[in-house]
């Protein structure tokens, strides 16, 4: 192994002697000079996976030799009117190559040392495909409040899931413990966490189970037993069936190569959350470019963190913004959630009741309604917290648009009627916070019902904000996410 590694440094060396070796650094100075042109040469995939050096010229590495040489049917004319170039992959290696072939053609050529992995390391600014800026996964973390940081939604430690506990917030800022899968359904289904917190608690919960089982049989036979428990604690939002799902099969992968199941779940959802706060940067940058000085945004319940962002992506392009935000009873998310969440972000936030919506709707201080999405079925219908409809027929009466951020549509709900409302515990209202509360709103003895979602028909819905763009809700069964 060690020669053969040996002979594949040689040939990546060979002919590159005289060819310059440049640091990032110097690579963003030389870049400034009209007469030279960094060239990246990594595929279209890396380059949409990691960002874009802005005015970095494309090329793909196979087709150096038919793009740079004068005689070539494909030659690109870039090239005769630069005098110097700079190769650019993932780490180095590809550029030195693509460099010693620019130069056989008379070419000035250089390549940047470690490549595009060395321009971020350095700190250097990123642009998207469409020439956005490129937020990296540290960008978008160090935006976030304490609340959405990914360590402060759930995680497994020490042979026990810690959630972070959101029906103490933002008085404390503390986890709930739990030591079995059942520990992390009941919390789960008592409002401990909520949003994505559900399936982020959930997939760790099959962590901590595979840990506390021995042998093939038993292992699969008890996770498959934690993913239907913990399936039925958010019967609507879909999400969490798929998540746990996907979690197990990496279990499963992991055994039939005799590995332990633990490591490979939470290798797996290391990946899963990489690849989501990703899009939410993503979601984000479209949500925030639908927002005009000045505008009032509406939001229900806790959008959470593509709401977030896009809400501090706005104001850090100089938008002057104010969201309003329900208190959202009777567990009052939005009034200990959301509202501390954007203060903390030194976003301008209103707090407001449940039924104001439409009166400052009527006063013209609502220019946009935006929310989250918990479900989205193929023929466009938004499933959220309850609450979301009456604000959307009042923003439709009055010509406001309304966005729901959503993470995709789920292909096993094709209509309204595939969707399965959860109706949570009458009690739940009787109390200001739920039965947490010591503040009860009525007698005990009223009746009481408490649907926790509602439905929007995709008439009343501008568009749904996805990491491909914004799009039609009557367009999403032509394929999404």
């Given at each position: 192994?060690?020669?053969?590694?040996s002979d594949f440094k040689d040939m990546l060396m060979a002919g590159t002697e005289g060819i310059a070796i440049l640091d990032a650094k110097q690579c963003a100075v030389l870049a400034r000079d009209k007469d030279t042109l960094l060239v990246d040469i990594r595929d279209v995939r890396e380059r949409e996976r990691d960002g874009c050096i802005a005015d970095a010229y494309s090329m793909p590495r196979g087709m150096l030799e038919f793009w740079m040489h004068p005689e070539s049917p494909y030659y690109k004319s870039v090239f005769g009117k630069n005098k110097k170039f700079i190769f650019i992959c993932a780490k180095g290696w590809r550029a030195r190559r693509a460099a010693v072939l620019a130069k056989e053609l008379g070419y000035d050529a250089s390549v940047m040392d470690g490549g595009h992995s060395a321009w971020r390391s350095a700190g250097l600014g990123l642009v998207r495909l469409d020439g956005e800026r490129f937020y990296t996964l540290a960008?978008?973390?160090?935006?976030?409040?304490?609340i959405l940081k990914r360590k402060n939604i759930a995680r497994y430690e020490d042979g026990k899931v810690l959630i972070g506990n959101r029906k103490d917030y933002p008085f404390s800022k503390n986890f709930v413990t739990c030591k079995r899968v059942e520990d992390v359904a009941v919390a789960i289904e008592t409002m401990v966490t909520q949003g994505v917190g559900p399936w982020v608690a959930a997939v760790h919960a099959m962590a901590m189970r595979a840990d506390q089982l021995k042998g093939r049989a038993d292992i699969m036979a008890g996770l498959t037993s934690a993913k239907d428990r913990l399936v039925?604690?958010?019967?609507?939002?879909?999400?969490?069936?798929?998540?746990?799902?996907?979690?197990?099969?990496?279990a499963s992968l992991a055994?039939?190569?005799g590995r332990n199941p633990t490591e490979f779940i939470l290798k797996r959802i290391k990946t899963i959350t990489d690849q989501m706060y990703k899009f939410y940067g993503r979601r984000a940058q479209y949500g925030a470019k639908l927002i005009e000085d000045g505008d009032g945004i509406l939001t229900m319940c806790f959008a959470e963190t593509s709401f977030v962002l896009a809400m501090i992506m706005a104001k850090e392009s100089g938008k002057d913004l104010t969201v309003y935000v329900p208190e959202t009873r009777p567990y009052l998310q939005g009034a200990r959630l959301t509202a501390p969440s954007l203060q903390a972000c030194g976003i301008k936030v209103k707090l407001i009741t449940d039924g104001m919506g439409a009166a400052l709707m009527a006063e013209g201080k609502i220019q946009k309604y935006m929310t989250a999405a918990d479900l989205i079925t193929l023929d466009g219908h938004v499933v959220n917290k309850v609450g979301t409809l009456p604000n959307a027929i009042a923003a439709h009466a009055h010509g406001i648009p309304y966005f729901a951020f959503a993470w995709g549509c789920d292909k096993n709900k094709p209509d309204r009627a595939s969707i399965d409302i959860e109706s949570r515990n009458p009690a739940d209202i009787l109390k200001v916070r739920g039965q947490q509360g010591d503040i009860p709103t009525t007698l005990?003895?009223?009746g009481a019902v408490y649907p926790a979602f509602d439905i929007t028909p995709p008439k009343y819905v501008a568009g749904i904000i996805t990491r491909h763009g914004v799009l039609s809700p009557y367009t999403l069964k032509n394929g999404f996410e």
């Open positions: 192994m060690a020669s053969w590694m960008d978008i973390e160090a935006r976030l409040p304490h039925r604690t958010r019967p609507t939002n879909t999400l969490i069936r798929s998540r746990l799902e996907d979690v197990l099969k990496s055994l039939e190569k005990d003895d009223i």
